[in-house]
Nanobody, 121 residues
C-alpha cells in the first residue's frame, strides 16, 4: 500500500512564499506522475501543477510564473515552490501520485490527506 506524506502548508501574507513537500512510500516500482491539486471552499478540486516521469511539467494558467514544481526521484518526493502568493491561492492542497505497483505492476493512483494554505494579511 502506498501512502503520501505532505507538509509545508500554513498561513502566509500576500506576496509571500511557501514550499510544499510530498513523499510517497510503499510498494512502488515506478512513479509515473506526481502533482498538486487544490480545493478552495465551495469550489471544485483543480489541478495546480504536475510533473511526469519523462520530465514534462504542466501548470494551471493562474500559477504560471509564480509556482514551480520539482521532483527528487531518489526520494520519491515532489515539491511545489509557491511565490507571490495571492489570497485567491488559499485552498487545501492535495498531492496526487500515479505509480506502478511493485508486485502487481498495475498502475494506481493515490491522494494525500491535504495541507491547508492560507494567504491573508
Amino acid at each position: 500500500q502506498v501512502q503520501l506524506a505532505e507538509s509545508g502548508g500554513g498561513l502566509v501574507q500576500p506576496g509571500g512564499s511557501l514550499r510544499l513537500s510530498c513523499t510517497a512510500s510503499g510498494s512502488i516500482s515506478r512513479i509515473n506522475r506526481m502533482g498538486w491539486y487544490r480545493q478552495a471552499p465551495g469550489k471544485q478540486r483543480e489541478l495546480v501543477a504536475l510533473t511526469t516521469s519523462g520530465g514534462r511539467t504542466d501548470y494551471q494558467y493562474s500559477v504560471r510564473g509564480r509556482f514551480t514544481i520539482s521532483r527528487d526521484n531518489a526520494k520519491n518526493t515532489v515539491y511545489l515552490q509557491m511565490t507571490s502568493l495571492k489570497p485567491e491561492d488559499t485552498a487545501v492542497y492535495y498531492c496526487n501520485t500515479l505509480y506502478t505497483e511493485y508486485d502487481t505492476i498495475r498502475v494506481r493512483e493515490v491522494w494525500g490527506q491535504g495541507t491547508l494554505v492560507t494567504v491573508s494579511s
